[in-house]
């Protein structure tokens, strides 16, 4: 999939963004296209626009200058794309992999997506400790991430899915 360059507010490039995504945020009106591919058309249900290559957000954001996005809940869960780290079904809780009672920090590093059922068998242990071993480490949230959590796009599950590219 081709990547869709994303432009601040200010016309600063920022990041860049799969073109599912691209075409997401300009159907919530959160950007416009400054620049489409010629030869390539975003098609689905009720859609049927040029593929954008370029993209400008509608609103100024800062969040991608910094050199680390702030932890948050929300954060995590858009980071592992609403994955359990532990089962990889979908999450909606975030869990402590050294857990807050054995001094476990709120830090990217030590946060992962869980589903309730895991959240709640791990309990208060490490995955060691409960025998359940992360599927992926967890990390920093990329640039593109901490832009999207910037714009309050959290919920990548709504995607559409029905949106194919198509050479016109
Ligand atoms: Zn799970």
Known sequence: MRDTLVLNASFEPLSTVTLNRAVVLVLQDKAVVEQSHPELRMRGAAVDIPA????????????????????SRRG???RDRHRC?????????VDHVVP?????????LNTV???????H???????????????????????????LLSL?????????????????
């Open 121 to 147: 068998r791990k309990a208060n242990r490490t995955p060691e400790q409960a025998g359940m071993p992360l599927l992926r480490q967890p990390f920093e949230p990329t640039p593109a991430d901490a832009m």
């Open 113 to 119: 997506a869980s589903c309730a059922e895991d959240n």
């Open 100 to 108: 807050r009672a054995q001094g476990g920090q709120d830090s990217w």
């Open 85 to 93: 780290a532990y089962c990889g079904r979908r999450a909606t809780t």
């Open 52 to 71: 954008p290559r370029v993209i400008r957000l509608c609103r100024y954001v800062r969040v991608p200058f910094r050199r680390q996005a702030p932890w």
């Open 76 to 78: 995590v869960l858009v």
């Open 152 to 168: 309050g796009a959290d919920d990548f599950q709504a995607l559409p899915d029905w949106l194919a590219v198509d050479a016109a």
